[in-house]
């Protein structure tokens, strides 16, 4: 044999790879066929029911009867009650009973004509999950951290046609509002590809870019670049691509009860740019952040492996996101879950600027003291009292800022909250600051799932080099922001005349567990006679 020749089992290995090749070509060849035939044929449908809707009228609820459903057993199982019903023939009257009503059906709010029924919203390929190298799924690169926002690449986590095979991003956009888009486009409110005309959406003032936003430890939780995807994105836009913005930035002018006292009573001065008038109107500038998760950095920074973060993932969201599992090579993740709000006063620039005071509270929701005035808790009096420093050091020429973070009830949510209240006030020997935490562990199985880690993200994002007053008692936040290379020159817990009546017991019991205080020494508490009020008490 020839010394330039290969090897007979190297001919055929090549041959074997050309023809795997090969075969490549011809099915990717062929999706881009039946992807463009089920996008003719879509159309097609649209338009012929413009024409003439009562000719495509379908009877949804024939459709559903029309098929059979069988569930085999075990062989030897015995049926139960349940099991008996669990083959149904296309003629049973069970089955008929159970069918789905047709989305379109006559007399609906929306307007559809009673002479027929739309066409389907999807054609009836559906596609539960994709895999890495699968024909015809080809991601949009993602380099996370990279300086050039064009080499990291767009989030693109839409199923639209012309989006479905780029996705690089699990999940959807608008978190839990996803659901609620969802069931728009169920009722025909809403076009299912319908896409945000971003015209005029354009942040009102811009952030960044700052180093932080290139170093992917230091931002994980959010996309640097959300803001501006209108303008760093536009040729992916126009390219049909459904490129969504993660962040809004806007003005407005807010009004609080309190800080309208506050003017009233001299405390707090009109200066005609922060306060506007003797009404305590604000001006600011605001901004919502949606969540986007970079799930490597989000393991790294909770210390756990990214297999596991995904698997917990998927199972309890009860596995409505199954490419947590299926596609590993997507390092994006669009959680279902409330984002976070910024709230700026003075001017934006002065965040970033190490030389100008700057103020901050970072603030959890709180639904029943931030917005209906509940007692039990400080949220409220601590929000506004935080507004209030913001503005005072907006005025002696810093800045403030207000982060309000998305994580009703200690993030367990407000109906474990509700409970967990009414375990407090049943409790034998009433509500104590003893056993504050230990009823919400009974109910919950921990006392808190803020988990604050991912908390500062949106601190280096708006470039934050120091903060100078920090307007929270937290042992967690401030060490959260501490740890991630953010110095707190100075703590400021809520002033005792601000306190509920009820609150007594949440303070000293947080003091105890190592919150911040100036005036109270945890060790020092005998939480046993810290008591709450009663519900039939109205004179605590």
């Known amino acids: 044999m020839a010394a330039n020749q290969p090897a007979p089992a190297d001919q055929l290995l090549r041959s074997i790879f050309d023809a795997v090749n090969s075969l490549k070509a011809e099915n990717r060849a062929l999706a881009d066929k039946l992807e463009r035939y089920q996008a003719e044929t879509t159309a097609a449908l649209q338009a ?43 003629t049973s009257p069970k089955f008929r009973k159970q069918s789905l009503p047709s989305a379109a059906s006559p007399g609906r709010a929306s307007g559809v004509s009673p002479q027929g029924q739309q066409p389907p919203l999807y054609n009836h390929r559906i596609v539960l999950t994709t895999y890495p190298g699968q024909v015809g799924i080809n991601p949009i690169p993602l380099n996370w951290g990279s300086r050039d926002p064009h080499e990291r690449g ?45 015209a005029n959406t354009e942040p009102v003032i811009h952030f960044g870019p700052f180093p932080s936003w290139y170093d992917p430890a230091k931002i994980v939780s959010l996309d640097p670049w959300g803001h501006a995807v209108q303008e760093v994105f536009a040729k992916e836009i126009s390219a049909g691509i459904d490129v969504r913005p993660t962040i809004a930035i806007t003005k407005a002018h807010m009004q609080l009860a309190e800080i309208e006292a ?11 740019k922060v306060v506007l008038d003797k009404r305590g109107q604000l001006m600011v500038v605001k901004g919502a952040v949606e969540p986007v998760w970079f799930l490597p950095g989000i393991a790294s920074r909770f210390g756990c492996d990214e297999t596991t973060l995904r698997r917990c ?13 299926t596609r590993p090579d997507l390092n994006v993740f669009l959680p279902p879950i409330g984002g976070l709000s910024i709230y700026v006063f003075g001017p934006p620039q002065f965040i970033s600027d190490p030389s100008k005071r700057l103020t901050l509270r970072v603030h959890d929701e709180c639904n029943g003291s931030d917005v209906f005035g509940s007692d039990i808790c400080t949220c409220r009096p601590y929000l506004i009292f935080g ?54 562990e ?44 953010i110095p707190i020159l100075e703590r400021v817990e809520i002033p005792p005349d601000m306190l509920p009546p009820d609150s007594q017991v949440e303070i000293d019991a ?29 004179n605590h």
């Not at 839409?158 to 956009?173: C, K, V, W």
């Not at 001299?266 to 200066?271: K, P």
């Not at 934050?464 to 042992?475: A, E, G, H, P």
């Open 313 to 325: 993932l998927f199972e309890d969201t009860g596995g409505m996101y199954p490419e947590l599992i």
């Open 48 to 90: 012929f029911s413009a024409v003439s809707p009562q000719m495509l009228a379908v009877d949804s609820s024939r459709r559903f009867s029309d098929a059979t459903f069988k569930v085999h057993r075990s062989v030897g199982a015995q049926p139960s009650a349940v099991e008996s019903d669990s083959e149904i023939e296309p």
């Open 387 to 440: 507004i209030a420093e913001c503005v005072r050091a907006a005025q002696n020429g810093g800045v403030g800022l207000i982060v309000y973070f998305r994580k009703e009830g200690r993030a367990l949510g407000e109906v474990t909250k509700y409970l967990v209240y009414n375990a407090r006030k049943r409790a034998e020997g009433g509500d104590t600051a003893e056993n504050y935490f230990l009823r919400t």
């Open 154 to 198: 767009p989030i693109v986590a839409s199923r639209h046609h012309g989006s479905l095979r780029l996705r690089n991003a699990i999940g959807a956009h608008g978190g839990a509002y996803s659901v609620y888009r969802a069931l728009a486009v169920a009722i025909r409110e809403l076009e299912p590809s319908h896409k945000p005309n971003l």
């Open 442 to 485: 009974n109910i919950a199985g921990v006392k808190d799932m803020r988990f604050q880690a991912t908390m500062p993200d949106v601190l280096h994002w708006l470039g934050i080099q120091k903060v100078d007053r920090m307007i929270s008692m937290s042992n967690m936040k401030y060490d959260a922001i501490v740890g991630s290379g």
């Open 262 to 272: 506050m003017v009233a009573s001299g405390s707090i001065a009109v200066d005609g």
């Open 510 to 538: 947080k003091i105890a567990a190592g919150y911040f205080s100036a005036t109270k020494q945890g060790a020092a508490l005998d939480l046993s006679h810290t008591k709450g009020r009663t519900w039939d008490d109205i």
